[in-house]
């Protein structure tokens, strides 16, 4: 006995809705180096609240002419929303300081957020103990 065609493919579509999730989610070690930290220090140029992950691009200054855009990798909205931090926490134009977790991607401006901190009023995100410099 085989199942009604409408079955049949709700349980393909299923499948396939399945399988781009899986695909879109990925591994913080397999992406950074989770091992190795690096400190950045510049002006927020957009900070994306949304899931899966919430990012920052921040503007720092590369100690040349100018300055390099990197791109940081964050929680999701119901984690950081636990811990304090909003679509409103952070705006453009704040300068921030950074802990982070490299791309493995040699060169590429890219990290996982480890703790931030807001010097203007003391905003703090994920310091366990330690300093940022």
């Given at each position: ?74 929680s ?11 679509p ?45 410099d």
């Open positions: 006995m085989t199942a009604p065609k409408s079955a049949r493919v709700l349980v393909a579509l299923a499948a396939t809705l399945t399988v781009g999730v899986a695909e879109a989610h990925h591994s913080y070690a397999a992406t950074f180096d989770v091992d190795h930290h690096i400190n950045l220090e510049g002006k927020i140029t957009q900070f994306g609240f949304r899931n899966p992950h919430s990012y920052i691009q921040l503007e720092v200054p590369d100690g040349k002419s100018g300055n390099v855009r990197w791109s940081i990798e964050w999701g909205t119901a984690s950081l929303a636990t811990q304090g931090i909003n409103g926490t952070l705006k453009v134009g704040d300068l921030v300081k950074i802990v982070a977790s490299p791309s493995r991607v040699k060169g590429e401006q890219r990290a996982q957020i480890v703790s931030l901190v807001r010097p203007r009023d003391g905003l703090t995100w994920g310091l366990k103990g330690e300093k940022v």
